[in-house]
């Protein structure tokens, strides 16, 4: 799609954000469970290795020490809520800074409790606040940014799911979304493109396209590794070493796609030139510092490309109508900046209201405003995904297994005797974790209990009682109680149980057919 070419006629355009993968996918695409998962892992010390600069290197930090990273700063986070970091933002004269910290109260009326109450990216504005607090330590944001990006782009990944979900998806969605004459996602995963095998604009980058440092075909990356100072990246998340932009700003993470997609063009536009006469490259080199020389003369003769084309000015300069699907009015105020600058005719903003009747719906788009500066209708998303049949997937419902959670209930209620819970809380907190993610909480769950504390014979009932409780609070998270993690891990050693037996028998049975 050239820039020029988006002028000749009205086209139709759509962006695409995360609530396509949450209705495809399910809650497991949800920011609270993302988090969850997250801590789950990096409590399991899944994470150390991210922290590591070699392959025998100690990390820089891990597993409880992420977890009570994550921790302190959920008071960081109430305290930014109540805007007493304002005056060390205004000292730090960072006006993305000041932006995203006034957009965070706005966004926080209500006292946060838990981690995962925090969305991903103003967990890079409260790390932020924290260092610069510090002082002492703020030269590590860099290094913790990354690290935390990691993270957060493993626990989006999902054990690779999410590059699965075109498999959910039917024919209905692959013509309603091959109409569309250009398609814009700022979601990383590539479910548009496997769905519909046509070019999608990745405006935030995209799990399948490698880091341009680390990319053999880019110019930089090609150097980086043949002189072997590329990064080292564990094989197993290698999909953390990606095209994927994080940040608490939008504007940073405009500013940054930009600023690569100025050099991506430029070096394309230098390859041309070269190619057809226009200028010599011996011409060029002279005029470039030695590492620059080095890096330009080895993209033109191996045909690399230098930064990476984000698209930001192919989304600036469309024109016609513009759909956007599952994108929250509140984040990202960069997009609406762009369309802004844009020649789009009129906007049609597809909102998730929940499940709203027509007439509160009808009386809240009333009430709603974006900041567009032209025209533009707000609908209900459920339109959409009615239109397409698409369904978010059913969750497990553990009312039907009522008398069996009732029992395990009761048992661990002794326990948690201060803190005691209802059997329909119960009930709803075990409704309401989606599959992959209590796949990964009762993975988490075992592990804890493989620990030798838990199997040394305590010497008083007092120590036992302790231990039981330090058990059910493993993972810490308001949406889930100890309770709760006693039940997951319960049935989950049952189902490993079955499964080793049936395993087991098969092997019996194989060996007596020998």
Same mark, same amino acid.
């Not at 907190?429 to 209590?438: A, G, M």
């Not at 319960?490 to 037996?501: D, F, L």
């Given at each position: 799609?050239?820039?020029?070419?988006?002028?000749?006629?009205?086209?139709?355009?759509?962006?695409?954000?995360?609530?396509?993968?949450?209705?495809?996918?399910?809650?497991?695409?949800?920011?609270?469970?993302? $988090? =969850?998962?997250?801590?789950?892992? +990096?409590?399991?010390?899944? !994470?150390?290795? #991210?922290?590591? @600069?070699?392959? /025998?290197?100690?990390?820089?930090?891990?597993?409880?020490?992420?977890?009570?990273?994550?921790?302190? $700063? =959920?008071?960081?986070?109430?305290? +930014?809520?109540?805007?007493? !970091?304002?005056? #060390?933002?205004? @000292?730090?004269? /960072?006006?993305?800074?000041?932006?995203?910290?006034?957009?965070?109260?706005?966004?926080?009326?209500?006292?946060?409790?838990?981690?995962?109450?925090?969305?991903?990216?103003?967990?890079?504005?409260?790390?932020?606040?924290?260092?610069?607090?510090?002082?002492?330590?703020?030269?590590?944001?860099?290094?913790?940014?990354?690290?935390?990006?990691?993270?957060?782009?493993?626990?989006?990944?999902?054990?690779?799911?999410?590059?699965?979900?075109?498999?959910?998806?039917?024919?209905?969605?692959?013509?309603?979304?091959?109409?569309?004459?250009?398609?814009?996602?700022?979601?990383?995963?590539?479910?548009?493109?496997?769905?519909?095998?046509?070019?999608?604009?990745?405006?935030?980058?995209?799990?399948?396209?490698?880091?341009?440092?680390?990319?053999?075909?880019?110019?930089?990356?090609?150097?980086?590794?043949?002189?072997?100072?590329?990064?080292?990246?564990?094989?197993?998340?290698?999909?953390?070493?990606?095209?994927?932009?994080?940040?608490?700003?939008?504007?940073?993470?405009?500013?940054?796609?930009?600023?690569?997609?100025?050099?991506?063009?430029?070096?394309?536009?230098?390859?041309?030139?070269?190619?057809?006469?226009?200028?010599?490259?011996?011409?060029?080199?002279?005029?470039?510092?030695?590492?620059?020389?080095?890096?330009?003369?080895?993209?033109?003769?191996?045909?690399?490309?230098?930064?990476?084309?984000?698209?930001?000015?192919?989304?600036?300069?469309?024109?016609?109508?513009?759909?956007?699907?599952?994108?929250?009015?509140?984040?990202?105020?960069?997009?609406?900046?762009?369309?802004?600058?844009?020649?789009?005719?009129?906007?049609?903003?597809?909102?998730?209201?929940?499940?709203?009747?027509?007439?509160?719906?009808?009386?809240?788009?009333?009430?709603?405003?974006?900041?567009?500066?032209?025209?533009?209708?707000?609908?209900?998303?459920?339109?959409?995904?009615?239109?397409?049949?698409?369904?978010?997937?059913?969750?497990?419902?553990?009312?039907?297994?009522?008398?069996?959670?009732?029992?395990?209930?009761?048992?661990?209620?002794?326990?948690?005797?201060?803190?005691?819970?209802?059997?329909?809380?119960?009930?709803?907190?075990?409704?309401?974790?989606?599959?992959?993610?209590?796949?990964?909480?009762?993975?988490?769950?075992?592990?804890?209990?493989?620990?030798?504390?838990?199997?040394?014979?305590?010497?008083?009932?007092?120590?036992?009682?302790?231990?039981?409780?330090?058990?059910?609070?493993?993972?810490?998270?308001?949406?889930?109680?100890?309770?709760?993690?006693?039940?997951?891990?319960?049935?989950?050693?049952?189902?490993?149980?079955?499964?080793?037996?049936?395993?087991?028998?098969?092997?019996?049975?194989?060996?007596?057919?020998?």
């Amino acid at each position: 799609m050239g820039a020029s070419s988006l002028m000749d006629k009205d086209y139709s355009s759509v962006l695409i954000g995360n609530g396509l993968d949450i209705q495809v996918g399910g809650d497991d695409y949800l920011n609270k469970w993302i $988090m =969850v998962r997250l801590l789950a892992r +990096a409590k399991m010390g899944k !994470y150390n290795m #991210l922290f590591q @600069n070699s392959p /025998n290197s100690k990390p820089l930090i891990k597993g409880d020490e992420i977890i009570e990273l994550f921790s302190n $700063m =959920v008071k960081i986070a109430n305290k +930014a809520r109540k805007n007493e !970091y304002k005056h #060390l933002a205004e @000292n730090f004269k /960072n006006k993305d800074l000041i932006d995203a910290l006034k957009d965070f109260k706005q966004n926080h009326t209500c006292e946060i409790r838990s981690i995962e109450e925090i969305g991903m990216e103003d967990w890079l504005l409260i790390f932020l606040l924290f260092l610069i607090e510090q002082k002492d330590i703020l030269n590590q944001y860099e290094s913790i940014k990354q690290g935390f990006e990691r993270m957060i782009f493993d626990a989006i990944y999902c054990a690779g799911h999410i590059q699965d979900l075109h498999s959910k998806m039917n024919k209905l969605s692959k013509k309603y979304f091959s109409n569309f004459d250009n398609i814009f996602t700022l979601n990383y995963d590539n479910t548009i493109e496997k769905l519909t095998k046509r070019t999608v604009f990745h405006l935030h980058g995209d799990f399948k396209t490698k880091h341009c440092s680390e990319n053999p075909q880019n110019a930089l990356g090609y150097l980086r590794i043949k002189k072997e100072k590329n990064v080292w990246f564990p094989q197993e998340f290698k999909h953390c070493n990606c095209s994927a932009i994080l940040d608490f700003s939008g504007n940073s993470k405009y500013n940054y796609a930009t600023k690569m997609t100025e050099t991506f063009l430029k070096f394309e536009q230098l390859k041309e030139n070269i190619k057809n006469n226009k200028i010599e490259l011996k011409n060029i080199l002279e005029t470039l510092s030695p590492e620059k020389s080095e890096l330009v003369k080895i993209g033109v003769e191996k045909d690399l490309y230098l930064g990476q084309d984000y698209h930001f000015q192919d989304f600036e300069q469309i024109t016609g109508t513009l759909s956007i699907i599952g994108l929250a009015p509140q984040n990202d105020s960069h997009i609406f900046s762009c369309i802004n600058k844009s020649n789009i005719h009129s906007v049609i903003f597809y909102h998730y209201f929940g499940n709203k009747s027509d007439d509160e719906i009808e009386e809240e788009i009333k009430t709603m405003s974006l900041p567009i500066n032209k025209p533009y209708i707000i609908k209900n998303v459920k339109i959409i995904w009615d239109k397409l049949n698409l369904s978010k997937p059913n969750k497990r419902n553990y009312n039907l297994l009522r008398k069996q959670v009732e029992q395990v209930l009761n048992i661990v209620n002794k326990i948690y005797y201060k803190s005691q819970i209802k059997i329909n809380d119960m009930l709803g907190q075990l409704n309401s974790i989606p599959p992959l993610t209590e796949k990964v909480i009762s993975e988490l769950m075992t592990f804890e209990m493989s620990k030798k504390r838990y199997h040394s014979t305590s010497k008083t009932e007092q120590q036992l009682v302790s231990n039981f409780i330090d058990f059910g609070k493993t993972l810490e998270v308001a949406a889930i109680s100890p309770q709760v993690l006693y039940y997951i891990y319960m049935m989950g050693s049952q189902s490993n149980n079955k499964t080793k037996h049936t395993i087991h028998s098969n092997n019996k049975k194989r060996k007596h057919k020998k």
